[in-house]
């Protein structure tokens, strides 16, 4: 199998994994708050970002183990592959040791926020749950760069559309049947369990030559991931502050409640986000390649036809997103959620604009300089707590989705572009143009098929929302293959449309 075509099929499985996240958690999160109530989902909510926060303690290291176990393949020895994933190993069991010792103090100390004593008790025992649920994924973290250089994305997307589906049966039989917030938690463990024995299943089919001894593991090697991993780590931090923090700003400053309200907006930006990243975020491993080469040029080829490419899908989505978001949320959850759907719009615009760096951030990666992603993400997340600090004050839940847009749309618009290209000698000039195409393509038709939406349409439930997202996806998708790509890169997509009817629409 092509590369290629290898990488067409992972983003296939991979955007059919997030669509069908995306449809179960569509159908979960309103069951949900109307089973469990707005005050127990808030804290729901605000004990995942707690567990989200626990991952920080990965400390960048699977992306260094991504890295080096790519490198290693690339060069055909599965011999340092092996020493890469066992050192990796051995640090990784130490610091789930670390983690489940941090969950029980956590859990002890979550008990001082709380007044009523079932609330407190019940609360300790989700910390402690989740805490060693996520103490357990870590030692699978090892395997990270198997998969991915040896172009299994499409079987760890499978493995995960049937691991989402089995827990949404789970939580909805037990939580209809009265278990409680506690089964919400016990079936999250479960299936993360079952996830991570299928993992290790699809990498130990990829690499038959996988082998797990601590003789492997090299103290050298760990130095060498530590190295790499420290500006990783501190990328890590900033990206668990920035999708995290806002929950407790508003949790603080507002009430519970108002989590859930916040959460709605951010959960449909965090969607689009996810179907984006899976569909085209898969190419640390081929720019690593390109690196190792000394292939500036094809490098920099790839790099600006998957932005553009990147941003086509941004606009397309996100643009469908602002037309169609207020119908969707009221005919969702209800008209009393109709807040969230500017925290939603106000969200989307930093989002998307980062999510079309996503390329420049993994040749940042692939090249070894990625410090430079962590130093504009410091100074990024300092800017967003400072400013949602101050404007949830004035404006509530606006001020919290301002705070966090405004540093991210200026420092990954202007500042990022300016320092990224100058350290993989991409002229600044090239990469600004690159994205210019995809914008003057596609913000004509969507600024037409918004005003034409919105004054003279009236969507009454999901057919009409789904029926002219459909037409609106259709002709925004022909306008960005006709207007956003060069001649040469419509070559490139052509390659990939088996019919030919399909290729003359590229």
């Not at 670390?98 to 926020?113: E, M, T, W």
Request: hydrophobic content about 55%.
């Amino acid at each position: 199998m092509s590369t290629a075509i290898a990488l067409l099929k992972g983003s296939v499985t991979r955007v059919s994994q997030t669509l069908v996240s995306i449809i179960v958690a569509f159908v979960m999160m309103p069951f949900l708050i109307h089973e469990l109530g707005d005050h127990w989902y808030g804290i729901w909510t605000v004990v995942g970002s707690l567990a989200a926060a626990y991952h920080l303690f990965d400390m960048g290291m699977a992306s260094a183990v991504t890295r080096y176990v790519s490198q290693s393949f690339g060069l055909k020895d599965d011999h340092q592959a092996n020493v890469t994933i066992n050192t990796a190993l051995v640090i990784y069991i130490a610091i789930a040791f670390v983690i489940v010792l941090a969950s029980i103090g956590a859990s002890f100390a979550s008990r001082f926020f709380l007044e009523s004593e079932t609330d407190k008790d019940l609360v300790q025992l989700l910390v402690l749950i989740i805490g060693v649920s996520v103490a357990l994924e870590f030692p699978f973290n090892a395997l990270a760069g198997v998969a991915s250089a040896k172009l299994r994305f499409h079987q760890v997307a499978l493995t995960r559309i049937a691991m989402t589906l089995l827990g949404a049966v789970l939580t909805w039989w037990f939580i209809s049947n009265g278990y409680g917030i506690v089964a919400l938690a016990v079936i999250t463990f479960c299936t993360a369990r079952i996830s991570n024995l299928l993992y290790l299943l699809i990498c130990k089919s990829a690499f038959p030559g996988l082998k797990f001894s601590k003789a492997l593991a090299s103290r050298a090697n760990s130095k060498e991931l530590f190295q790499y991993s420290v500006w990783s780590f501190v990328i890590a931090i900033a990206y668990q502050l920035r999708n995290n923090v806002d929950n407790f700003v508003v949790a603080g400053f507002l009430s519970a409640a108002s989590v859930t309200h916040y959460a709605i907006g951010l959960r449909l930006v965090d969607y689009v986000a996810q179907f984006l990243s899976q569909a085209t975020n898969m190419f640390v491993p081929i720019f690593t390649g390109y690196h190792a080469r000394e292939d500036k040029r094809e490098l920099h080829r790839k790099l600006l036809f998957i932005t553009r490419l990147n941003l086509v899908a941004a606009l397309i989505a996100g643009g469908g997103l602002v037309i169609f978001g207020d119908a969707f949320i009221a005919r969702w959850m209800g008209p009393d959620y109709s807040d969230a759907y500017w925290v939603m719009v106000i969200l989307l615009v930093g989002r998307l604009i980062g999510f079309a760096n996503h390329p420049l951030n993994s040749a940042m990666y692939a090249a070894n300089k990625h410090s430079i992603v962590a130093k504009i993400d410091v100074v990024e997340v300092i800017l967003n707590l400072g400013l949602s600090l101050i404007l949830v004050q004035f404006y509530g839940l606006i001020g919290v989705a301002l705070g966090t847009m405004i540093p991210l749309l200026i420092l990954r618009l202007f500042v990022l572009p300016t320092f990224a290209c100058r350290a993989i000698e991409l002229p600044t000039r090239d990469y600004y143009l690159c994205m210019a195409r995809p914008f003057i393509a596609l913000l004509v038709p969507l600024s037409i098929l918004f005003y034409w939406i919105h004054v003279s349409v009236k969507l009454d439930g999901y057919p009409d929302i789904i029926g002219l997202a459909m037409v609106m996806s259709l002709v925004c998708g022909i306008a960005g293959l006709k207007l956003a790509f060069s001649e040469s890169e419509k070559v490139e997509l052509r390659k990939l449309v088996p019919n030919q009817r399909l290729k003359s629409l590229i």
